[in-house]
C-alpha cells in the first residue's frame, strides 16, 4: 500500500464525452504526477503538479488538464475523448519536486466506445 | 536520446532459477533508474532504484546492476519464486524535467 488513492477504479465513457480522474496523495506529498498506460506498455508521463501549479507536461494534446488542490490531492480532466485514450491511468505522489521516488496509486481504467 | 529500451519482452524460468532484465539509456543526463513491478489490474509498485554513483545495489532477493560506461543496467531475481510472476519496469529520470521515462516491461513468469 503507498497511500496513493485514485477513484473511479472502473468507468466506460463514449467518444466525445468528457471524464475526470480523482487522486489522493500520499500523507505529506506535495507533488503529483500523471501517467497513461496503455494495454502492454510502460506508463507515459502526463503531466506534473507541484503548489498547485503545472510544472512539466509530456507529449499529451491540451485536453489532457488537471488541478491540485490545497490538500495536494489532484484531478485528470480529459475532453473529447477518443478510443485510444482506452488506458489505465496512474497518479503518483512524491515529496521533492523533483520526484526522485514516486509511489504509484492502483489506477483507474478508463474505456471508450 | 530519451528513450529506455528494455529487454526480455518475456521471460519464463523455473523457481530458484535467476531471471536478468536489461535496460538501455542513451541520455547521460539520467540520474535516477528505479524498477517497479506490477500485477495485474494494479498500480507499479517500487522494487529497488539506483544511483549512477555505484555499480550494485541488493535489497532482499533483488539486485540491481548498473554499468554507467556502457549506459545500462540490470534486474536480477534471486531465487525467484512463483509469487514473484509480475511485469517489471525499468524507468529513468533526468533532474529537473520532472518525469520518468518507462521501458516497455518485461513479463516474467516462474514456474511452481
Known amino acids: 500500500e503507498t497511500g496513493v488513492t485514485q477513484s473511479p477504479t472502473h468507468l466506460i465513457k463514449t467518444r466525445g464525452q468528457q471524464v475526470t480522474l480523482r487522486c489522493s496523495s500520499q500523507s505529506g506529498h506535495n507533488t503529483v504526477s500523471w501517467y497513461q498506460q496503455a494495454l502492454g506498455q510502460g506508463p507515459q508521463f502526463i503531466f506534473q503538479?507541484?503548489?498547485?501549479?503545472?510544472?512539466g507536461r509530456g507529449n499529451f494534446p491540451p485536453r489532457f488538464s488537471g488541478l491540485q488542490f490545497p490538500n495536494y490531492s489532484s484531478e485528470l480532466n480529459v475532453n473529447a475523448l477518443e478510443l485510444d485514450d482506452s488506458a489505465l491511468y496512474l497518479c503518483?505522489?512524491?515529496?521533492?519536486?523533483?520526484?526522485?521516488?514516486?509511489?504509484f496509486g492502483e489506477g483507474s481504467w478508463l474505456t471508450v466506445v | 536520446q530519451q528513450q529506455v529500451k528494455q529487454s526480455p519482452q518475456s521471460l519464463i524460468v523455473q523457481k530458484g532459477g535467476i531471471p536478468i532484465i536489461n535496460c538501455a539509456y542513451e541520455?547521460?543526463?539520467?540520474?535516477?533508474f528505479p524498477w517497479y513491478q506490477q500485477f495485474p489490474g494494479k498500480g507499479p509498485a517500487l522494487l529497488i532504484a539506483i544511483r549512477p554513483d555505484v555499480s550494485e545495489k541488493k535489497e532482499g532477493r533483488f539486485t540491481i546492476s548498473f554499468n554507467k560506461s556502457a549506459k545500462q543496467f540490470s534486474l536480477h531475481i534471486m531465487d525467484s519464486q512463483p509469487g514473484d510472476s509480475a511485469t517489471y519496469f525499468c524507468a529513468a529520470s533526468t533532474p529537473g524535467t520532472y518525469k520518468y521515462i518507462f521501458g516497455t516491461g518485461t513479463r516474467l513468469k516462474v514456474l511452481a
Open positions: 503518483a505522489s512524491s515529496l521533492a519536486l523533483r520526484g526522485d521516488t514516486i509511489y
Open positions: 503538479y507541484y503548489r498547485e501549479e503545472e510544472n
Open positions: 541520455n547521460t543526463a539520467f540520474d535516477y
